[in-house]
């Protein structure tokens, strides 16, 4: 199959450091590519992929001191896409809705997964517009505020099988590996672990956006001797990072679409204890890879039971649900359909 994958051009493919669409973008193309099909990856120049790579930009427009208006490039790419249109089987698209206008106008094969937050009022109307876009959701509850859009199925993340080691044993400390923002609540895991007397290492990027916030109400937290913050880690630190950490703390304030690095952690055989927000309960199977929580008292009860839980079993479930070989199985399954459903209606037409 003809496949093209159009990520956005925010972090390279893979991501130098954070960004969790790119990432899986990645996974996702070079398995297809090792599965056969033909794939061209759309992309910032910076990208390394066994795909055939159309760059838009030198360099992830997050790292180009360059780049004022970020929009201006992703116009001009789904301009590109669909000037070669024809020469795919299937135009996958990861760019939330902007380019929903040209693939209505066009009328080829194509697919969007929405990688975002869907709860916004604004959202509404716009995919009330859009009604026959076809959709793919990364978790079932990230659906729940559009009902009545075109979903053709839920497919969640992926990460090769190998690409993070099974780690039988921790050192002990808790982490937390992310963003530094609001949503995040960074505050949460610092309060618990300090409360559980555990050590907490950090690892987290600062948008300039959370600059206010990080100054204001975390780095004075960071003063705690049991807290190490060691900034934004890249992809070859992670496993290490996360697999001797005794638990990812994922205490979240938002309705998280999937969370990527609690597959991360389980991978590891890290288990996860987390805020039953947004994606959650959909993740984490409760008392077996981690522990759902509502509150810090619960949060610091469940660092207190992590003794129960078994790695090798968080690094079998991972193995059994989280793989980008099912990943891909799922979306060659769609991408058929939506190609013979187009080659059915362009008869008609």
């Not at 659906?143 to 050192?171: C, D, Q, V």
């Not at 991978?267 to 981690?290: H, Q």
Request: positive net charge; hydrophobic residues 40%; aromatic residues 10%.
């Amino acid at each position: 199959m003809r496949i093209a994958q159009i990520s956005p051009l925010y972090e390279s493919v893979p991501p130098k450091y954070y960004g969790g669409t790119e990432r899986v973008v990645s996974y996702l193309t070079e398995e297809l590519v090792r599965l056969g099909h033909e794939v061209t990856l759309f992309a910032s120049g910076d990208s390394v992929t066994q795909a055939d790579l159309k760059s838009q930009v030198p360099q992830a427009l997050r790292l180009s001191p360059a780049c004022v208006d970020s929009w201006a490039h992703h116009v001009r790419m789904v301009e590109r896409v669909f000037q070669e249109a024809g020469d795919y089987d299937i135009l996958h698209f990861h760019l939330s809705y902007l380019h929903f206008p040209l693939a209505r106008a066009k009328g080829r094969p194509n697919l969007t997964t929405q990688h975002g937050r869907l709860d916004l009022a604004d959202l509404r109307p716009l995919f009330r517009e859009f009604s026959d876009m076809k959709l793919v959701s990364i978790s079932n509850y990230q659906r729940r505020p559009l009902p009545f859009a075109n979903w053709m199925a839920t497919i969640y993340h992926g990460l090769p099988r190998h690409l993070y080691r099974f780690y039988p044993e921790s050192k002990g400390y808790l982490a937390f590996l992310g963003r530094i923002s609001p949503e995040k609540r960074v505050d949460r895991a610092i309060e618990i672990a300090v409360r559980c007397d555990m050590p907490l290492s950090i690892a987290a990027k600062v948008d300039p956006a959370d600059e206010e916030y990080y100054r204001e109400r975390i780095k004075p937290l960071l003063k705690h001797p049991l807290i190490t913050y060691v900034g934004e880690i890249g992809e070859s630190e992670k496993n290490e990072f996360l697999g001797r950490a005794r638990a990812l703390l994922f205490p979240i304030d938002w309705p998280e679409p999937f969370g990527l690095v609690m597959v991360e952690a389980l991978a590891c055989g890290t288990p996860v204890i987390a805020f039953g927000n947004g994606s959650v309960p959909e993740v984490l199977k409760e008392g077996k890879t981690g522990f759902i929580v509502s509150n810090v008292e619960e949060a610091i009860a469940a660092v207190r039971k992590l003794d129960r839980l078994s790695r090798s079993y968080c690094r079998k479930v991972f193995k059994a649900r989280f793989t980008v070989e099912r990943m891909a199985r799922d979306y060659l399954k769609i991408y058929a359909k939506v190609r013979d459903a187009y080659g059915e209606w362009s008869q008609v037409a």
